[in-house]
């Protein structure tokens, strides 16, 4: 038997057909390819060409207009204002200048200062007189003092496009008093016509556009003359010219037209000049050059193809005659029973090597055919094997205590063990070929025949608990477990089937669950304790904040009447006697103040209650600020008070308050244990990343110095070197463990080194985020000199002052009076508010502590009020926690200050706060 394939399908078709396409691809590959470079190559070149050409036209026209201007420049400093005044005078000068009447086919004009036309030439009556103050080169030559080429517009009395250029006349101090301008016909052989009338091929022409005015001013179709440019989108190319584009590029214009343009801009009139030509003619040579070379390309793929088509026919018939006769020969080998023996192999080529293969493969199956019949004996004993051990499973199954059963896809029974013989009250033998139905009741037969249908379409086992109830009466809850059963190709064909006796387990399982249920109740009850517990604590927490927020008012109220008294007494004259105990005074309130606010800082800590401002600050103004503070007290002892060099750092972000506090803790205890030598301050960089800086306040004194088992429990509260009650120096004991607490609030620490009688060095470190501004300053220090500031700038400036306690009423309004306002006083909220609703106020100074109404719904309720909402109202209160402020601020406020109330720094936040600047950090 012979084989014969189709023509199409045999290997010498498909090889020449292959080899057919790869070679017709490459070439029209080829072919287009080259046609792509030559239109690219083409494009940029006659591109380059039209936007010189276009270039260099743009530069005469723009010439002409420079020289336009340039002559009429040079004739407006010979009009003087006399000559503008006298009409005669001034037509007379206009019609000597012929050289500047050939410039302008459109004739000349001047104005006078107010843009009323004075003179024109060649004269016409009716041109004298006419207001031109709206034209846009006259505003500029008037008012700007420029020289400006105008809008193109439409002449009423000449009825044709016109385009007018002008210069300011000026006086002798250089003022514009009027304006010369000369008038450009654009469609009377002008130089723009005669540019855009010169066409370079069918097709081709240029355009003269204005972009800031949207008109063609001039083009070779006339049509186009004056004509509104094109909407955005219409051409890409003019959208392009229009945002200032000098180039070339291809676009499909509103007509609907492709064509090549180029664009220059003429710079004396901020217009372009656009040149045009059709890609149609543009690209006429390449597109016959493009035929032609596909003309070629075809010819040589007919060409080509015959003569592949030819030789690898004759070629590959002669290759591959072996293979073909190969075929014949393994044909007849498959239709005998013989054992097939090796093919001849001829040559060496592929065909030879296939051969030789296909020998070793009949080579490799008689071997294994051999195996096979040696297999076949192998076979029946591991089938006998396989019956015992078949046997062992259902002895297995059978002794099993669980209930095994199979049932088909149909529900029918296949096999079940003893155990299961036992619920259904029949033998094996009787089950087998029967259903549910046939024994149970018709509830139960459905139950387990639901179970069973659920079970063939589950992905894997379902097991669910259930009571069964046996033959002989009894019931035992088992756990059901149910898996599919499949064939050799996956389908499903019925469902074995395991019931485990569970009941017993069951029973433990529900006494221990009585049992947690009883712990359960006994959790909740103690939980319930605990949540008592927990809301006295937090009752007390809450007590304890309220007792801090009240002491600190207390106790500041009082102070701030002792300071503010001070102050005035001060300003009313004393002795130096007097001035001396009123600086003890003075002293003595301010070192009171310290301790209450230590005492603070450290309670609020403590609870947990302590809040970090973050403002922007310049970390050199800590050091000038606690330089400033101490210099006077050092120098008092004979000590030198130095802060070293500085590292040169950005504006960083924190709270410089509690810094600045922390800092003055170190520096004041190093100055009050120095007797003689120096206190030094600095500052190093530990670590600096983008997002933030790590830096080391330090502090070195010559002091006393400090012994280790003193400096171990230095930072403890309450604790001191000597808290002896002969002890030399006072102090709480709590500057430096608030400076740790701060310090790790801040991401840092602080530790101290000492050795006795050679100084301390005193350290800290923090980190702080980097500014989201560039560092440009330092912190916002007090004014000096404000009091008379407020006087010379704010004198009788109406002030309400909201003040509760009458001495610091009294203060406040000796303090505000001296600083040159008209004070106007409230006892409580509710005054201030009926009070600023009769008559407006300035500025308003509102405590936060009243009784009837608060400072808080004050301000929220004068907000509301007609102009409430942008006058000024600054909090100045006792309350003075950092949540304090943030209250205040969040009620409506401007700003802050706390009491006890420094007179200067009071005087440096009105004179803000009234300017209208952003609050000090």
């Known amino acids: 038997m012979s084989v014969h394939l189709p023509r199409w399908q045999s290997l010498k078709t498909r090889v020449t057909l292959l080899t057919l396409v790869l070679f017709l691809l490459g070439v029209w590959s080829l072919a287009f390819y080259a046609s792509r470079m030559l239109q690219s190559e083409m494009s940029q070149v006659l591109g380059e060409q039209q936007f010189s050409t276009t270039r260099i036209i743009a530069a005469q026209m723009d010439g002409e207009l420079v020289s336009r201007l340039e002559a009429l420049a ?80 439409i002449a009423r009395a000449l009825k044709v496009p016109i385009v007018s250029i002008a210069v300011p006349i000026r006086n ?39 972009p800031q005015h949207g008109v063609f001013v001039t083009a070779s179709d006339k049509s186009r003359v004056m004509a509104p440019l094109p909407a955005p989108g219409v051409n890409t190319m003019h959208d392009r010219y229009m945002t200032g584009y000098e ?53 040589l793929s007919v060409l080509a193809g015959l003569l592949v088509w030819f030789t690898l026919s004759r070629l590959l018939r002669w290759h591959l005659a072996p293979t073909l006769e190969t075929t014949a020969r393994l044909t007849s080998l498959s239709e005998s029973s013989e054992l097939p023996v090796a093919l001849p192999v001829k040559g060496n080529d592929e065909i030879a090597e296939l051969l030789t293969a296909f020998n070793r493969l009949i080579q490799s199956m008689v071997a294994r055919e051999v195996e096979l019949r040696d297999s076949q004996a192998n076979v029946a004993r591991y089938a006998a094997e396989l019956e015992n051990t078949h046997a062992q499973l259902r002895g297995l199954v059978k002794n099993l205590p669980d209930l095994v059963w199979m049932k088909n896809a149909e529900g029918v029974y296949l096999a079940c063990n003893p155990r299961f013989e036992h619920f259904a009250g029949r033998s094996e033998a009787e089950l087998i070929g029967h259903a549910d139905a046939d024994f149970m009741p018709p509830e139960a037969a459905e139950h387990l025949r639901a179970a069973h249908r659920l079970a063939l379409t589950a992905p894997g086992e379902i097991v669910s608990e259930d009571w069964i109830t046996f033959a002989d009466g009894h019931q035992e809850l088992l756990e059901m477990t149910r898996v599919p059963l499949l064939d050799g190709s996956g389908t499903t064909i019925g469902v074995l089937g395991i019931g485990h006796d569970i009941t017993g387990r069951k029973r433990t399982e529900d006494e221990l669950r009585e049992h947690r249920d009883h712990l359960e109740e006994l959790i909740a009850r103690r939980t319930e304790a605990l949540s008592v517990a927990k809301e006295a604590a937090e009752a007390a927490s809450r007590a304890k904040s309220a007792f801090l927020a009240n002491m600190s008012h207390e106790i500041r109220t009082p102070l701030n009447a002792i300071s503010g008294m001070a102050h005035l007494l001060r300003r009313s004259g004393l002795s130096p006697e007097q001035n001396v105990r009123l600086d003890k005074l ?75 506090q922390a800092l003055l803790n170190y520096a004041g205890n190093a100055i009050k244990f120095t007797e003689q030598g120096s206190v030094r301050l600095g500052l190093k960089v530990l670590d600096d990343d983008a997002d933030s800086v790590e830096l080391r306040f330090e502090v070195r004194d010559t002091g006393i110095g400090i012994d ?60 702080l985020a980097r500014a989201a501004v560039p560092a440009g300053g330092m912190l916002q220090g007090q004014v000096p000199g404000g009091e008379q500031q407020l006087r010379q700038r704010y004198a009788g400036t109406r002030v309400l002052l909201v003040e509760d306690e009458p001495i610091n009423r009294e203060i406040g309004e000796m303090l505000l009076t001296d600083a040159g ?37 004050a301000t929220q309720a004068i907000r509301a009020l007609p102009g409430g909402a942008d006058v000024p109202i600054i909090a100045m209160t006792a309350n003075a926690f950092v949540e304090d402020r943030a209250r205040c601020l969040a009620a409506g406020m401007n700003d802050f200050i706390a009491k006890p109330v420094d007179p200067e720094v009071l005087y440096e936040l009105l004179l803000r706060v009234l300017a209208g600047t952003e609050p000090a950090a």
């Open 821 to 857: 306002f008209d004070v106007e006083l409230a006892e409580d909220g509710q005054v201030a508010v009926e009070k600023f609703a009769d008559e407006p106020f300035a500025l308003i100074l509102m405590d936060m502590q009243m009784p009837r109404m608060d400072g808080l719904a």
């Open 586 to 660: 003075e002293a003595a309130g301010t070192h009171l103040l310290e301790v209450i606010n230590a005492v603070l800082d450290l309670s609020k800590i403590e609870a947990g209650k302590f809040v970090l401002d973050t403002v922007d600050f310049a970390p050199a103004s800590l050091f000038e600020n606690v330089h400033s503070m101490l210099l006077a007290k050092a120098e008092a002892k004979g000590l030198q008070l130095v802060c070293e060099p500085l590292p040169p750092l950005p504006k960083l972000s924190g709270d410089p308050t509690r810094l600045q």
């Open 708 to 767: 280790s088992a003193t400096l171990a429990r230095l930072f403890s509260a309450f604790e001191q070197a000597d808290n002896s009650i002969t002890r030399k120096y006072g102090g709480t004991g709590l500057g430096l463990a608030i400076t740790r607490r701060l310090a790790l609030a801040m991401g840092g620490d602080a530790g101290a080194e000492s050795v006795p009688g050679q100084g301390s060095y005193f350290w800290f470190t923090v980190r």
């Open 247 to 299: 180039g070339y590029g291809v676009a499909v214009n509103s007509r609907g037209i492709e064509e090549l343009s180029a664009a220059s801009r003429i710079p004396s009139a901020g217009w372009f000049l656009v040149s045009v030509l059709p890609t149609s003619v543009a690209f006429a040579p390449l597109l016959e050059m493009q035929r032609n070379l596909i003309i070629a390309a075809t010819v």
């Open 74 to 153: 040079s004739i407006a400093p010979l009009i003087t204002l006399e000559m503008i005044r006298d009409g005669d005078e001034l037509n007379r000068f206009l019609e000597k200048r012929l050289a500047l009447l050939k410039l302008f086919s459109g004739g000349i004009r001047i104005t006078d200062e107010n843009a009323i036309v004075r003179g024109v030439a060649p004269f016409v009556a009716s041109g004298v007189g006419v207001d031109l103050s709206e034209r846009d080169y006259i505003k500029a030559a008037l008012k700007e003092g420029r020289s400006a080429v105008g809008e193109p517009v």
């Open 172 to 210: 002798a101090g250089g003022e514009p008093v009027g304006v010369l301008f000369g008038i450009i016909r654009l469609g009377s052989g002008s130089f723009f016509d005669t540019v855009t009338d010169a066409q370079k091929g069918p097709g081709a022409s240029y355009l003269v556009i204005a």
